[in-house]
């Protein structure tokens, strides 16, 4: 058991995307489990992908840290916040997101792997790719070490090793730099997690399937990884001299049990898990439903939240649920909608009928919208008020015609200044922009106030 600030942790790195951090995270997390630790899930980044597959690997929700959605000062009692609930942990893992430097465009390290890792003051396993690669490894991980000397990179775990012989070359050059290898995983099509126009298949989607695949994983880091070397780099992290985030310190209570329903099932499986609780900490009753199969919303909803997913890949289960289109269609409470809740509420969506709360036609693209923004409220709404700025990003490959309302969610500045998108209507308030509302607590606060 660990202590208010203490928090053995680790941060799994890359120098890039597509070496092998989500295997490796979500791997280290099962084997850890396995040996009786409560382990704590942390995926760096918006991603709300790889956190359902880390919560499957330690039995408890994923949760992201975000510097641009919650700013950075959120970073380190959010990551507290996280280890202690709903159980404290014994140690935590944190993925990283891209190459170890990379940040949010045109602002430097702001949002990195590394920007989280200092501020958290978490050590770093380097994840490396080391196909068709030798001596040369040892002067790319010199190389990432350099760049940023307030980082520490506290060992790599090598990957897509091709032979013994390979491994110990490897090895050796590594130790030229004096940096330790506490793993070395070979090249194998044995695991293999699936992914489709935006990554990853979810977890939620695969079910069994994917329970196997984390299974498999577990097999995979305890018989490539030194384990005790890796809890080693996680116990010489520094306590945080921080307190924990918690939501109640964050939102004044606006009711009492106010009944909220919020979208889940397999097509809207993006969710950040701070959203529910602000919405307990502000007086909601959280309930979900699932759109594909409730034949209604749940008995006295009062508002409903309906979040990120796939719903062009479950159009046709959504649409066949006419009675809940219908029950929702003439639901008369606040709606807050966010990407798949925005193609949801539409008219149709890819000729297939929706609900029909907003006078769009949503359709699939082969353009990907990606990346963070800046957005100001275009007018009051359930979740804002009129002139307030938020973060969020956006990350799609759906359009809807037209893209905005008379008036708009949003107003975006900074590089995307003067652009207007989704939908305000006064009880509905729906856009393709992803807000982490731990950012935006107010929008909590004002959403059960709305409902109330």
Same mark, same amino acid.
């Given at each position: 058991?660990?202590?208010?600030?203490?928090?053995?942790?680790?941060?799994?790195?890359?120098?890039?995307?597509?070496?092998?951090?989500?295997?490796?995270?979500?791997?280290? #997390?099962?084997?850890?489990?396995?040996?009786?630790?409560?382990?704590?899930?942390?995926?760096?980044?918006?991603?709300?992908?790889?956190?359902?597959?880390?919560?499957?690997?330690?039995?408890?929700?994923?949760?992201?840290?975000?510097?641009?959605?919650?700013?950075?000062?959120?970073?380190?009692?959010?990551?507290?916040?996280?280890?202690?609930?709903?159980?404290?942990?014994?140690?935590?893992?944190?993925?990283?997101?891209?190459?170890?430097?990379?940040?949010?465009?045109?602002?430097?390290?702001?949002?990195?792997?590394?920007?989280? !890792?200092?501020?958290?003051?978490?050590?770093?396993?380097?994840?490396?790719?080391?196909?068709?690669?030798?001596?040369?490894?040892?002067?790319?991980? +010199?190389?990432?070490?350099?760049?940023?000397?307030?980082?520490?990179?506290?060992? &790599?775990?090598?990957?897509?090793?091709?032979?013994?012989?390979?491994?110990?070359?490897?090895?050796? !050059?590594?130790?030229?730099?004096?940096?330790?290898?506490?793993?070395?995983?070979?090249?194998?099509?044995?695991?293999?997690?699936?992914?489709?126009?935006?990554?990853?298949?979810?977890?939620?989607?695969?079910?069994?399937?994917?329970?196997?695949?984390?299974? /498999?994983?577990?097999?995979?880091?305890? =018989?490539?990884?030194?384990?005790?070397? &890796?809890?080693?780099?996680?116990?010489?992290?520094?306590?945080?001299?921080?307190?924990?985030?918690?939501?109640?310190?964050?939102?004044?209570?606006?009711?009492?049990?106010?009944? @909220?329903? &919020?979208?889940?099932?397999?097509?809207?499986? *993006?969710?950040?898990?701070?959203?529910?609780?602000? #919405?307990? !900490?502000?007086? !909601?009753?959280?309930?979900?439903?699932?759109?594909?199969?409730?034949? /209604?919303?749940?008995?006295?909803?009062?508002?409903?939240?309906?979040?990120?997913?796939?719903?062009?890949?479950?159009?046709?289960?959504?649409?066949?649920?006419?009675?809940?289109?219908?029950?929702?269609?003439? *639901?008369?409470?606040?709606?807050?909608?966010?990407?798949?809740?925005?193609?949801?509420?539409?008219?149709? +969506?890819?000729?297939?009928?929706?609900?029909?709360?907003?006078?769009?036609?949503?359709?699939?693209?082969?353009?990907?919208?990606?990346?963070?923004?800046?957005?100001?409220?275009?007018?009051? =709404?359930?979740?804002?008020?009129?002139?307030?700025?938020?973060?969020?990003?956006? *990350?799609?490959?759906?359009?809807?015609?037209?893209?905005?309302?008379? &008036?708009?969610?949003?107003?975006?500045?900074?590089?995307?200044?003067?652009?207007?998108?989704?939908?305000?209507?006064?009880? @509905?308030?729906?856009?393709?922009?992803?807000?982490?509302?731990?950012?935006?607590?107010?929008? /909590?606060?004002?959403?059960?106030?709305?409902?109330?």
């Amino acid at each position: 058991m660990v202590s208010r600030g203490r928090l053995p942790r680790v941060v799994i790195a890359a120098p890039a995307s597509g070496t092998g951090k989500t295997m490796v995270a979500t791997g280290l #997390l099962a084997a850890l489990r396995r040996q009786g630790l409560e382990v704590s899930c942390h995926k760096i980044g918006p991603d709300y992908i790889d956190p359902g597959y880390h919560a499957l690997a330690a039995g408890r929700v994923g949760r992201n840290l975000d510097a641009w959605l919650v700013g950075e000062q959120r970073i380190a009692p959010l990551l507290l916040h996280g280890a202690r609930t709903p159980r404290q942990a014994d140690i935590a893992v944190i993925e990283g997101v891209m190459g170890l430097h990379d940040g949010a465009v045109g602002r430097g390290n702001f949002a990195s792997t590394a920007h989280i !890792a200092k501020l958290t003051g978490s050590p770093v396993l380097l994840v490396l790719d080391t196909t068709a690669q030798g001596r040369s490894a040892a002067a790319l991980v +010199l190389g990432m070490q350099l760049f940023d000397k307030d980082i520490r990179i506290a060992g &790599v775990i090598l990957n897509r090793v091709g032979s013994d012989r390979h491994e110990r070359l490897l090895r050796d !050059a590594l130790a030229e730099v004096g940096t330790p290898v506490v793993g070395a995983i070979g090249r194998s099509d044995a695991v293999v997690t699936p992914s489709r126009h935006l990554g990853l298949i979810p977890a939620a989607e695969r079910h069994g399937e994917a329970e196997r695949t984390v299974t /498999a994983l577990a097999d995979l880091i305890e =018989s490539s990884v030194d384990l005790a070397a &890796v809890r080693a780099v996680a116990e010489s992290a520094p306590d945080l001299d921080v307190a924990p985030w918690n939501p109640v310190d964050e939102v004044e209570c606006a009711g009492s049990d106010v009944p @909220i329903a &919020v979208a889940s099932g397999p097509a809207f499986t *993006f969710s950040y898990a701070e959203t529910s609780e602000l #919405l307990t !900490a502000a007086g !909601a009753l959280v309930t979900p439903f699932d759109p594909t199969r409730d034949a /209604a919303l749940p008995v006295g909803t009062a508002g409903v939240v309906i979040g990120g997913g796939f719903p062009e890949l479950h159009a046709e289960a959504l649409s066949d649920n006419a009675l809940l289109r219908a029950d929702l269609a003439e *639901f008369d409470g606040p709606i807050a909608a966010e990407c798949a809740g925005l193609l949801y509420l539409a008219a149709e +969506l890819d000729g297939k009928p929706m609900v029909g709360k907003l006078d769009a036609h949503a359709r699939m693209t082969r353009r990907l919208t990606l990346g963070y923004r800046e957005a100001i409220a275009e007018s009051d =709404s359930p979740v804002a008020r009129a002139g307030e700025r938020v973060h969020g990003h956006e *990350f799609h490959r759906t359009v809807t015609d037209p893209g905005h309302g008379d &008036v708009a969610a949003w107003l975006y500045a900074g590089e995307h200044r003067g652009a207007r998108q989704g939908f305000s209507t006064g009880r @509905i308030h729906a856009s393709y922009l992803h807000t982490h509302w731990a950012g935006q607590p107010s929008a /909590a606060q004002r959403f059960v106030q709305a409902c109330r």
